[in-house]
Every structure is written in structure tokens, then in C-alpha cells.
């Protein structure tokens, strides 16, 4: 399968959601959502998949919606981001030795992908991996903790926020997803996930 594949439909439920979304949304992506970032990469940055007004209306992972704006303001703080917002596929942000991938990457209902959904995705993250070589995975919810770990055929490695994990020349780290509801209901602070960058 090539990485790069916008025509992907392993996951008859995704492929026939998207074509529900194009008739309300024509003018968004609508498509697999490609990563972003520097090839090779220091760090990966793992997500859980595209949003409806976010990525999947841009094109680009985090970009346009709540989930993006904490995450992007925490790169550029940190040096890996050339801008504290990401709104557009045409806003000129570049990444700094990091790049941006999600465990799954059409759009899924409730932004719940089966587990059948996440394992068709599988090959792509691993190819992901294996191509950016990263020194540090950074995996943004339990979800793509889980698909991280499975790729790279990793047992019994529990998921907590902070939790950090070297795997000789690679470390996990795992962090609660920036999404609104994390952000809302203050399980995720800024101080908290910033502390994860530091």
C-alpha cells in the first residue's frame, strides 16, 4: 500500500460516512488524511484521526479545529512549529524536525474508529514510523498509544499521561488528547500538556 494512497477504502463504514459528509460539506477534503511534517523526523507526533471541521475539512492533520490549537501552540513554543496556529493548508506553517500523523486517517463516526478500522490503518503507521525514523513518538490518547504499540509489536505497555517509555532507539511518550472535551472538562490543562514538551 503506498502511504500516499488518497483513494483508500479498507473500511467500507469510513469510505461510505465520507460520502455522506461531501453531500453537506462538497468543498472539504473528504479523502485519507496524508501526515505533515519534516521526513525524517526527531519526533512523531501520533493523533487518533481526522475531526469533521478540522483535518478532514483541511486536508491536513490538526489543522482548522480546537484539537489543533493547543497542540501547535505547544510546538512552536517548544521550537518544532514556525506558527502558533494552524488554520489552512495554505497558512505557510512548516514543522521544525517533527512531523504529524494520526493512527487513522479517513474521518470516523463519533471520532470512534472500530478496531478492524485502526488495523487497516496499521500499515500505514508503520511505514510512517519506519520512514520518518523518529527518536521520540509523542501518542495523543490511548487509541493511537494502542496502534503505536501494536506496529511496533510492543506488550504490555500501559498508557498514562506523561508516561515515558525508551525502546532503545525509540521513546513513547504518551500524553491526553488536546480535543475540546479533554480541554473543556479540564482533564488536559495547557500547563499539563506543555509539561509533556518540556
Same mark, same amino acid.
Given at each position: 500500500?503506498?502511504? #500516499?494512497? &488518497?483513494?483508500?477504502? @479498507?473500511?467500507?463504514?469510513?469510505?461510505?460516512?465520507?460520502?455522506?459528509?461531501?453531500?453537506?460539506?462538497?468543498?472539504?477534503? $473528504?479523502?485519507?488524511?496524508?501526515?505533515? =511534517?519534516?521526513?525524517?523526523?526527531?519526533?512523531?507526533?501520533?493523533?487518533?484521526? /481526522?475531526?469533521?471541521?478540522?483535518?478532514?475539512?483541511?486536508?491536513?492533520?490538526?489543522?482548522?479545529?480546537?484539537?489543533?490549537?493547543?497542540?501547535?501552540?505547544?510546538?512552536? @513554543?517548544?521550537?518544532?512549529?514556525?506558527?502558533?496556529?494552524?488554520?489552512?493548508? $495554505?497558512?505557510?506553517? +512548516?514543522?521544525? #524536525?517533527?512531523?504529524?500523523?494520526?493512527?487513522? +486517517?479517513?474521518? /470516523?463516526?463519533?471520532?470512534?474508529?472500530?478496531?478492524?478500522?485502526? #488495523?487497516?490503518?496499521?500499515?500505514?503507521?508503520?511505514?510512517?514510523?519506519?520512514?520518518?525514523?523518529?527518536?521520540?513518538?509523542?501518542?495523543?490518547?490511548?487509541?493511537?498509544?494502542?496502534?503505536?504499540?501494536?506496529?511496533?509489536?510492543?506488550?504490555?505497555?500501559?498508557?498514562?499521561?506523561? #508516561?515515558?517509555? @525508551?525502546? =532503545?532507539?525509540?521513546?513513547?511518550?504518551?500524553?491526553?488528547?488536546?480535543?475540546? &472535551?479533554?480541554?473543556?472538562?479540564?482533564?488536559?490543562?495547557?500547563?499539563?500538556?506543555?509539561?509533556?514538551?518540556?
Amino acid at each position: 500500500d503506498s502511504i #500516499n494512497n &488518497l483513494n483508500c477504502t @479498507k473500511c467500507t463504514r469510513l469510505s461510505n460516512f465520507i460520502e455522506l459528509i461531501k453531500v453537506d460539506y462538497p468543498n472539504y477534503h $473528504n479523502k485519507p488524511v496524508q501526515s505533515f =511534517g519534516c521526513n525524517p523526523a526527531l519526533v512523531l507526533i501520533v493523533g487518533l484521526a /481526522p475531526g469533521l471541521h478540522g483535518a478532514n475539512a483541511t486536508g491536513r492533520p490538526f489543522t482548522g479545529d480546537q484539537s489543533g490549537n493547543l497542540l501547535h501552540k505547544a510546538l512552536y @513554543k517548544y521550537g518544532f512549529s514556525s506558527q502558533a496556529k494552524s488554520i489552512s493548508i $495554505n497558512d505557510n506553517l +512548516r514543522l521544525i #524536525n517533527c512531523r504529524i500523523t494520526n493512527a487513522v +486517517r479517513c474521518l /470516523p463516526p463519533l471520532n470512534k474508529p472500530s478496531h478492524q478500522e485502526i #488495523n487497516n490503518c496499521s500499515s500505514y503507521l508503520f511505514q510512517e514510523i519506519k520512514n520518518s525514523k523518529p527518536k521520540l513518538i509523542i501518542c495523543l490518547g490511548n487509541i493511537a498509544h494502542n496502534a503505536v504499540c501494536r506496529v511496533l509489536n510492543l506488550k504490555g505497555i500501559d498508557f498514562k499521561h506523561g #508516561n515515558k517509555h @525508551k525502546l =532503545g532507539k525509540i521513546c513513547i511518550l504518551d500524553s491526553y488528547h488536546p480535543s475540546r &472535551l479533554n480541554i473543556n472538562t479540564n482533564r488536559l490543562t495547557e500547563s499539563m500538556f506543555f509539561s509533556i514538551f518540556m
